[in-house]
């Protein structure tokens, strides 16, 4: 497998939520859609658009949550292949709704959901892999992984938005590049602002830092210096999902041999494509739309 992903398993309701919604009562929206959600879900899936071969571990079975998750991650072309089957398991669940000014109010359940156990990986899937991309929320198996991918000298994506401070601190060490939201980035150093950061996070690993702060772009050192990449301005209709598509695509410039400064500005136009749609799977760009549009050169 080219790309392995891994990480929570959601099934997500997008619901348009009208202003002043009275409690307690009836009221039509716009509209409510059913989609795969969750970081490494979502990121599986713009990955796979990109023309990547793409497997997303994890559990299921034969229960209606299940067969959602399959068929939205099948519906962008992630293989099937890493899917295990196991008793009574199902994805969690979760209401998200996105009111007029584009804020999101989540509601979930976890209820049946049983985060992959190491047991169950067979290490040769790191053979022929060229990418692991892990969430810092299923963190027994993640971190697992990130050892396994370590072994196999696998490079590797972390998407860490919230854990233990303990967990997030192996976590960040064990990856070769941490991408981590600024609240995320915050809640581990204990820093204010991004600038310092990245450069608290920065020394204690050898990873690649960056963190992102949604339309204020992302930050790196590269080269000993800082480095911000901005977000691309676009009609944003709902940022659902950016965080995942930023990760999905620098993944991709990373596999595809670009540079840092590149994979990350690879990452936010991909991510401003998906700003324009109403959920956070519902399109991406593919490969000769990204050649097209995005005119970053690669490394010799
Ligand atoms: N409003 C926006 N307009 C354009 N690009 C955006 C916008 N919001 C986010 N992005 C792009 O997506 C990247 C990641 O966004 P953000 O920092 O919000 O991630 P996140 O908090 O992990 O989001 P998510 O909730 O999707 O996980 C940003 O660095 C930027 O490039
Ligand atoms: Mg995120």
Redesign the pocket.
Known sequence: MEVICSGLNVVDLLISTPDNVPYGQKTECEKIIVQGGA?AGNAASGLAALGHEVGFLGYIDNNTLSSIAVAELERHGVKPDLLIKKEGASPAIATVQIDKKGERTVLYSMNNYIPVNPDDVDETIFKNCKMLLVDGYDTVINTHLLKLAKKYNVPSVL?M?VADIDVMKEMVSLTTNAIL???GAKKLCGKETIEECVQAIDSITDAQVVI???????YTIYNGELVH?P????K?VD????????HAAYASAYVQGYDIPACMNY??FF??QV?KEFG?RTKFPNREFMNKHFGVKKVA
């Open positions: 970081p998407d938005e939201p600024l609240e992102t702060d949604g339309a204020n772009g992302s990449v977000a691309y301005m676009v944003v940022t659902t999902g950016c965080g995942d598509a930023f990452g936010s991510a401003a700003a956070g």
